[in-house]
């Protein structure tokens, strides 16, 4: 062989300036990972010398130097018309006869080694791409099931022109590379009938928040164009690297998208290559395909094990694409590139929090990226051809995008798509070019109203929002390394899954707080009992809903598990292996009754507030079998996920008989204190948990004072009434003299103690008096984090104890 092709099994990634950053990683691959079990289509590559010997025997350096040359590299206004004359130059040249003769025995070799009938996927791969600073992702061309020698040498000639598509030489322009310096390699692989199966991404990391201790793996029915292109909504699984080899279940969420199309391969035209718009067809994707996932768990597990390994090859997170085999049923990875956003640009000492400070009309929301708040004016496009109409930070609106965007895409500040998901083009270029994105909106180009004023806010978690007009809102970025460390354990109140990767971040010491009645508000939404006995539920519309939101589930009684397991898994991953103490529902009877079905499972108190809540509930037949729910998904988050962080906590105990009650209902329900390291705690809210602190330590591993209840039921004053606010202060003697008691009490036992609440961050002298007395933690909201830090840090120097810097 000359030099014109190398085999993978004779490629490493040291090869990149020969074969491009795609080549050598599938060679790289190939040889080093595919003996470990990871599979790698087999295949070969054209070199860079072979372009360059391509532009030398046809003269084109010079010519494509004097067209290049004559782009307008401020406006881009005649873009479109450079990059046609650039491809037609190519086209119109003739291909080597040694370059084919080298073409033809690589695709020998593989007709002996898959068969005279083997389908090939031809791949451009430029020499400066899938750099760690610079991904390319979509800038060449791939040709999809090529089949036959002459369409193999079509296909070639076509990715050689790639090069020049509008949109690769905006990025080189972009990006500063030089176009005559950049060569073009073509990756000949044995083809993955992924039409047949499923295809999608997988990040070795979050690509929102840059957390490293997950893989997320995105995928759809077909080919895997539909997720590049952000047509459909996909699958998702979260894996938490940790346990992949130590927990039975280390898939810690799992989301099902619609997939309402799937991307399949057009009949072919006889002896005719077909382009990639004429190559693949969408159809609809079958109901019933759509309401299963695409992968079985084992299988997410298997790629996830992949991704984990493929990271720690390159040493660095990963962008891996994989594709399943309709035929064989295998799983392979297709190409693996280095993340090219938060590995750059993650900036972890300073911390930004934005917060909207007006609300404003919705015009609508869909999947939000980045954590910011922007405004600007809306501009609706509905092709790259319309590049003109968008000014340098304008708001980018359309129905979805593929690569022919990117040389517009660097002038929006955001990005609203009515298409598109977590792992689609649209995500991937507004993570590169630092565009806040809404993205999935379904309805955006007729909501939103060209040339008028938006506010885009990705500032809340998962989802995004578009709203009318300019919204104020308040931006505090915060240089965490200039934060000192206090000795007292500075913790996060949280509820909420979609932020708890974000806060993770934090200079924390864990989740003293996560209240679990915010996830079954918000993500179960339906009152367990109603699930438990569907039978009896009599409400017409409750059933409906019921009926429509468990329709998943084989049963309905693992939709409150499986969900409570899954919001429950993602947050104690994301502070693992720091504590994260779950205090099981501290719903009232009246905010029970509000869940879906609910009504007709709760009593009608006429004080809720002291009625039937926390541990008397738990053993109550009203509520008992609830209460044996919640106890399963905390049982599958601490030993089927392996996150034995998560320690459990009972709320308003009034008494030590109860408390006992409760132990003996969890042993039962398979929480047994003291197994697997379980702890489980207790709310000290009612003066009798500070009276009787030592009896209840005797029961209980832990105290965390709740001090709002604790001032109420001290002082008989309703928390909420605005008629008592004089009287309703933490500062009352009454309820400090309780609280020094507890802690007094709790040292004596060796019971840690902790308080959750506002009062230590806005008051610099209440989290003195804590610091004085020796309390063990304090849990702030994330808003309120800082301020209570720099309290509890304020109050350790004065009261002589070490902090540290």
Same mark, same amino acid.
Not at 402 to 408: A, E, K, L, S
């Given at each position: 062989?000359a030099?014109y092709?190398?085999?993978?099994k004779?490629?490493s990634y040291?090869?990149?300036?020969?074969?491009g950053?795609?080549?050598a990683s599938?060679?790289?691959?190939?040889?080093?990972?595919?003996?470990e079990g990871?599979?790698?289509?087999?295949?070969y590559?054209?070199?860079?010398e072979?372009?360059w010997y391509f532009?030398?025997?046809?003269?084109?350096?010079?010519?494509?130097?004097?067209i290049?040359?004559?782009?307008d590299?401020?406006?881009?206004n005649?873009?479109?018309?450079v990059?046609?004359k650039a491809?037609?130059i190519?086209?119109s040249?003739?291909?080597p006869?040694e370059?084919?003769?080298?073409?033809?025995t690589?695709?020998?070799?593989?007709?002996?080694?898959?068969g005279?009938?083997v389908?090939?996927a031809?791949?451009?791969?430029?020499?400066?791409?899938d750099?760690?600073?610079?991904?390319?992702?979509?800038?060449?061309e791939?040709?999809?099931?090529?089949?036959?020698?002459?369409?193999?040498?079509?296909?070639? *000639? *076509?990715s050689?022109a790639?090069?020049?598509?509008?949109?690769a030489?905006?990025?080189r322009?972009?990006?500063g590379?030089?176009?005559?310096?950049?060569?073009?390699?073509?990756g000949?692989q044995?083809m993955v009938?992924?039409?047949?199966?499923?295809s999608?991404?997988?990040?070795t990391?979050d690509?929102?928040?840059?957390?490293?201790?997950?893989?997320v793996?995105s995928g759809?029915?077909?080919l895997?164009?539909?997720?590049?292109?952000g047509?459909?909504?996909t699958?998702?699984?979260v894996?938490?690297?940790?346990?992949?080899?130590k927990?039975?279940?280390?898939i810690?969420?799992?989301?099902?998208?619609?997939k309402?199309k799937?991307m399949v391969?057009?009949e072919?035209k006889?002896?005719?290559?077909?382009?990639p718009?004429?190559?693949i067809?969408?159809?609809?994707?079958?109901?019933?395909?759509?309401?299963?996932?695409?992968?079985?768990d084992d299988?997410v597990?298997?790629?996830?094990k992949?991704?984990?390994r493929?990271?720690? *090859?390159?040493?660095?997170?990963?962008?891996?694409?994989?594709?399943k085999?309709?035929?064989?049923g295998?799983?392979?990875?297709?190409q693996?590139r280095?993340?090219?956003?938060?590995?750059?640009?993650?900036?972890?000492a300073?911390?930004t929090?934005?917060?909207?400070?007006?609300?404003g009309?919705?015009?609508c929301?869909?999947?939000g990226?980045?954590?910011?708040?922007? !405004?600007?004016?809306?501009?609706i496009?509905?092709?790259p051809?319309?590049?003109?109409?968008?000014?340098?930070?304008?708001?980018l609106?359309t129905?979805k995008?593929?690569?022919?965007w990117?040389?517009?895409?660097?002038?929006?500040?955001?990005i609203?798509t009515?298409?598109?998901g977590?792992?689609s083009?649209?995500?991937?270029v507004a993570?590169?070019?630092?565009?806040?994105?809404?993205?999935?909106?379904?309805?955006a !180009? %007729?909501?939103?109203?060209?040339?008028?004023?938006?506010t885009? /806010?990705?500032?809340?978690g998962e989802?995004g929002y578009?709203?009318?007009?300019v919204?104020?809102?308040?931006?505090?970025k915060?240089?965490?390394?200039?934060?000192?460390?206090?000795?007292?354990k500075a913790?996060l109140?949280l509820?909420?899954?979609?932020?708890a990767?974000k806060?993770?971040?934090l200079?924390?010491?864990?989740?003293?707080?996560?209240r679990?009645?915010f996830?079954i508000?918000?993500?179960?939404?339906?009152h367990?009992?109603?699930?438990?006995?569907?039978?009896?539920v009599?409400d017409k519309?409750?059933r409906?809903?019921i009926?429509?939101?468990?329709h998943?589930?084989?049963?309905?009684?693992?939709?409150?598990?499986?969900?409570?397991?899954?919001?429950t898994?993602?947050?104690?991953?994301?502070?693992?292996?720091k504590?994260?103490?779950?205090?099981?529902?501290?719903?009232?009877?009246?905010e029970?009754?509000?869940l879906?079905?609910g009504?007709q499972f709760?009593?009608?108190e006429?004080?809720?507030?002291?009625g039937?809540?926390g541990?008397?509930r738990?053993? *109550?037949?009203?509520?008992?079998?609830?209460?044996?729910?919640?106890?399963?998904a905390?049982?599958?988050?601490?030993?089927k996920?392996?996150? !034995?962080?998560?320690?459990?906590?009972i709320p308003?105990?009034?008494?030590?008989?109860e408390?006992?009650?409760?132990i003996s209902?969890?042993?039962e329900?398979?929480?047994?204190?003291g197994?697997?390291?379980?702890?489980?705690?207790?709310?000290v809210?009612i003066?009798?948990?500070?009276?009787?602190?030592?009896e209840?330590?005797?029961?209980?591993?832990?105290?965390?004072?709740?001090?709002?209840d604790?001032?109420?039921?001290?002082?008989g004053?309703?928390?909420d009434s605005?008629?008592?606010?004089?009287i309703?202060s933490?500062f009352?003697p009454?309820? %400090?003299q309780?609280?020094?008691?507890?802690?007094?009490k709790a040292k004596? /036992?060796?019971?840690?103690?902790?308080?959750?609440?506002?009062a230590?961050?806005?008051y610099?002298?209440y989290? /003195?008096?804590?610091?004085?007395?020796?309390?063990?933690?304090?849990?702030?909201?994330?808003d309120?984090?800082f301020?209570?830090?720099e309290?509890?840090l304020?109050?350790?120097?004065?009261s002589?104890?070490?902090?540290?810097?």
């Amino acid at each position: 062989m000359a030099n014109y092709i190398k085999l993978f099994k004779d490629i490493s990634y040291n090869d990149l300036s020969k074969v491009g950053g795609k080549n050598a990683s599938l060679g790289e691959m190939y040889n080093q990972l595919n003996p470990e079990g990871i599979q790698v289509p087999d295949g070969y590559a054209t070199t860079s010398e072979a372009y360059w010997y391509f532009l030398e025997q046809n003269n084109l350096k010079e010519q494509l130097t004097s067209i290049l040359d004559s782009l307008d590299t401020k406006q881009f206004n005649n873009l479109n018309e450079v990059g046609e004359k650039a491809r037609d130059i190519i086209l119109s040249a003739r291909f080597p006869e040694e370059i084919r003769k080298e073409i033809e025995t690589g695709y020998n070799y593989l007709k002996k080694e898959y068969g005279d009938e083997v389908s090939l996927a031809v791949r451009s791969s430029a020499t400066a791409e899938d750099l760690p600073t610079a991904s390319f992702a979509g800038q060449l061309e791939t040709y999809l099931n090529v089949s036959g020698l002459n369409n193999l040498y079509k296909a070639c *000639h *076509h990715s050689y022109a790639s090069l020049f598509t509008n949109r690769a030489i905006k990025y080189r322009v972009d990006n500063g590379f030089e176009h005559m310096q950049v060569a073009l390699s073509v990756g000949v692989q044995t083809m993955v009938r992924s039409d047949r199966a499923c295809s999608g991404v997988m990040f070795t990391l979050d690509p929102d928040t840059g957390f490293e201790n997950v893989v997320v793996i995105s995928g759809s029915w077909g080919l895997g164009e539909n997720i590049v292109q952000g047509s459909v909504n996909t699958d998702e699984f979260v894996v938490f690297k940790p346990m992949l080899d130590k927990a039975a279940q280390p898939i810690i969420s799992r989301k099902l998208g619609s997939k309402a199309k799937t991307m399949v391969y057009a009949e072919k035209k006889e002896g005719e290559l077909q382009l990639p718009t004429d190559a693949i067809i969408n159809l609809d994707t079958e109901p019933d395909k759509q309401e299963v996932f695409v992968l079985q768990d084992d299988e997410v597990i298997q790629l996830a094990k992949w991704g984990k390994r493929i990271e720690e *090859h390159y040493k660095q997170p990963m962008d891996v694409e994989w594709a399943k085999d309709g035929i064989t049923g295998k799983l392979f990875i297709v190409q693996a590139r280095p993340e090219t956003v938060q590995s750059q640009h993650k900036d972890q000492a300073f911390f930004t929090e934005y917060t909207l400070q007006e609300e404003g009309k919705v015009l609508c929301s869909g999947i939000g990226l980045s954590n910011r708040i922007v !405004t600007g004016v809306a501009r609706i496009l509905n092709s790259p051809k319309e590049i003109d109409k968008l000014q340098e930070g304008e708001v980018l609106v359309t129905r979805k995008t593929d690569p022919d965007w990117d040389p517009i895409l660097k002038k929006a500040i955001a990005i609203i798509t009515e298409q598109g998901g977590r792992t689609s083009h649209a995500a991937i270029v507004a993570r590169e070019v630092g565009a806040v994105a809404v993205l999935g909106t379904e309805n955006a !180009t %007729q909501t939103i109203q060209d040339g008028h004023q938006v506010t885009v /806010s990705t500032a809340g978690g998962e989802t995004g929002y578009v709203y009318e007009g300019v919204l104020e809102w308040d931006e505090k970025k915060t240089d965490m390394s200039k934060l000192g460390t206090p000795q007292t354990k500075a913790m996060l109140i949280l509820g909420d899954p979609e932020q708890a990767f974000k806060y993770s971040f934090l200079p924390n010491d864990g989740v003293g707080l996560m209240r679990m009645e915010f996830i079954i508000n918000n993500s179960i939404q339906i009152h367990p009992m109603a699930l438990k006995h569907f039978e009896k539920v009599e409400d017409k519309d409750a059933r409906e809903k019921i009926e429509q939101l468990t329709h998943h589930f084989s049963n309905k009684e693992d939709y409150f598990v499986d969900k409570l397991a899954e919001a429950t898994g993602i947050i104690a991953a994301a502070f693992y292996p720091k504590d994260v103490i779950v205090r099981m529902s501290d719903f009232k009877s009246n905010e029970y009754a509000n869940l879906i079905g609910g009504r007709q499972f709760e009593p009608e108190e006429s004080n809720p507030m002291i009625g039937l809540r926390g541990a008397s509930r738990y053993y *109550h037949p009203l509520y008992q079998e609830g209460f044996e729910l919640e106890c399963r998904a905390m049982k599958k988050v601490r030993e089927k996920m392996g996150l !034995t962080n998560v320690k459990l906590m009972i709320p308003f105990c009034r008494t030590v008989d109860e408390g006992k009650k409760v132990i003996s209902l969890m042993e039962e329900y398979g929480l047994k204190r003291g197994d697997n390291g379980l702890e489980v705690y207790v709310m000290v809210e009612i003066p009798s948990n500070a009276l009787l602190a030592e009896e209840f330590a005797e029961v209980f591993d832990g105290f965390s004072i709740g001090s709002n209840d604790l001032t109420q039921l001290s002082l008989g004053a309703d928390r909420d009434s605005g008629l008592l606010s004089d009287i309703f202060s933490p500062f009352d003697p009454a309820v %400090q003299q309780l609280i020094v008691m507890t802690l007094e009490k709790a040292k004596k /036992s060796g019971t840690k103690v902790g308080l959750c609440g506002q009062a230590p961050s806005d008051y610099p002298k209440y989290a /003195s008096f804590l610091v004085e007395n020796g309390i063990n933690s304090i849990s702030f909201n994330p808003d309120a984090f800082f301020k209570g830090l720099e309290n509890m840090l304020q109050a350790e120097k004065a009261s002589g104890v070490t902090v540290y810097s």
